[in-house]
């Protein structure tokens, strides 16, 4: 790794769910300041890899340190502390659905600050402003689009300043313009406010595009890594079947079962 | 043959870990109070939700029951000549036994399946780790205020059934049936006990709180996080609780009735 200063460090990272193998000895290191990206095609564990970073859930083995804390060995008043200096943007967006814009975005300084009523409007004014949604605010999440849900959900995400920002598939099911304008927040963000940024994601070309540093992971392991120029590079045929979208190859286009020949002169019916 | 035994001792497991967990959440929910400042308004909220929100069909409920067991008791006391004591019949029976169920039952189906469907799909809209992701713990934040919303609701809902049903008997058996004003009344104050008929209804309806929010609370948290497991947390929370209620109802009554 080239850059000395990483907010987040994991090491031999091993992770299962019942008895299927999501990580086996990952390592990836976060540097401070940059935009890193992990991709990999779908149910590879990338939103478990952010769980995991957010103390959401504990490995069966190996370190993830943030900020120089172990995670998983933190007390939960510890682990409650440093998630305040990490923002998470869901899939979802996770937007309170019974409150307004303006409140989903001030709930973070309401819980954690003693502000007064004045100076939250203040920064929430600021942050949605940021994301460009300022006129907005008295609108309910569910009058809200789909990009525009997620742009609100990173307001909220940044309100209280985080070091660090995960994003888990910021661009899934937007449509063109929305992409833009979330691809394009996403690097401002992290320049403007000297964010740390993790972008989990399988929209390739958009994610390498602002990404300074990427991941590729499948199989519960590394399958690639680098700046975009020496990913789009790397000829390894896992990474070429995954950037290039390739319908057949080291991952099969058919589910593993019998022989079609075998299957179809198969008295059996049921079988 | 002894892969079926392996299968039971897993369902086993899988039941006890249930228990273990909906036995967490209870303790989270009662021991990690947020502060009185914040706290209370959030409390205040869930009582509107779950309490008054219910008030229309308890209030039905009770009318129609209370003139119903009056109409049916008064038929039948007027056979042995002692229809005079439709007062006491239906103040026991309403406060004993009908009023602490049905408004249990009722409040599970209307405010235990809302808790469970909004905690599912809260759930399943990723608002309780987003949440959690915000430094703020869903079980104080969410779940506790919901619990003590339910557990103060419940007794509230149950004393204002009696009270509507007592009415609705007296609705049917003093001006309709034309019973003795004075006869109704009086007859039923000698023979209500304070504390061994009323604060025993009370109680019971005490423990329903508990029990139905407690299951509404699990089953949402709990719930698959898609449709169907919603769906489902939902259909289990009226089906549990209204279980839970009419056996626990037995249980405490046995333990009651050596007083009456």
Known sequence: MVFMNNLVEINKLAFQRNSRAIFKDVDIFIPQGKVTAIMGPSGTGKTTLLRLIGGQLIPAKGSIKVAGQEVPKLSRHALYNLRKRMGMLFQTGGLFTHLTVFENVAFPLREHTKLSNSMIRSLVLMKLEMVGLRGARNLMPSELSGGMGRRVALARAIALDPELIMYDEPFSGQDPISMGVLVKLIRTLNDALGLTTVIVSHDVQETLSISDYAYVISDGGIIGKGTADSINNNQSPQLQQFLQGLPDGPVPFHYPGNSLERDLMSENMHA | ?260
Do not use: C
Request: glycine share 10%.
């Open chain 2, 1 to 260: 043959m002894l892969n079926h035994v392996a299968e039971l001792g897993q369902l086993g497991l899988d039941v006890l870990r249930k228990y273990g967990r909906a036995g967490i959440l209870l303790y989270r929910a009662v021991f990690r109070v947020p502060n009185i400042r914040k706290g209370f308004p959030l409390v205040v909220q869930q009582i509107y939700a779950e309490g008054v929100l219910s008030l229309l069909i308890i209030v039905v409920s009770a009318l129609f029951i209370g003139m119903v067991v009056a109409l049916q008791g008064y038929h039948t006391l007027s056979k042995f000549g002692a229809a005079q004591q439709l007062g006491p019949l239906v103040a026991l029976s309403v406060a004993r036994e009908l009023g602490p169920v049905v408004t249990a039952l009722l409040f599970a189906g209307r405010a235990g399946s809302a808790l469970a469907a909004e905690i599912g799909l809260m759930k399943a809209t990723d608002q309780l780790s987003s949440m959690e992701m915000m430094a703020v713990d869903p079980l104080q934040r969410v779940i506790a205020p919901r619990f003590w919303g339910g557990f103060i609701s419940m007794p509230l809902l149950a004393i204002i059934f009696n009270i509507v049903a007592i009415y609705g008997a007296y609705l049917v058996g003093v001006k309709w049936l034309g019973m003795d004003a004075g006869a109704f009344w009086s007859n039923m104050q000698s023979a209500v006990d304070f504390r061994l008929d009323i604060l025993n209804g009370i109680y019971k309806s005490v423990v329903f709180g508990v029990v139905v929010t407690w299951i509404a609370l699990y089953q949402g948290y709990d719930a698959v996080p898609t449709s169907a497991g919603i769906a489902n947390a939902t259909t289990r929370t009226v089906v549990y609780s209204s279980l839970a209620v009419l056996g626990l109802d037995f249980v405490l009554t046995a333990m009651m009735i050596g007083g009456w």
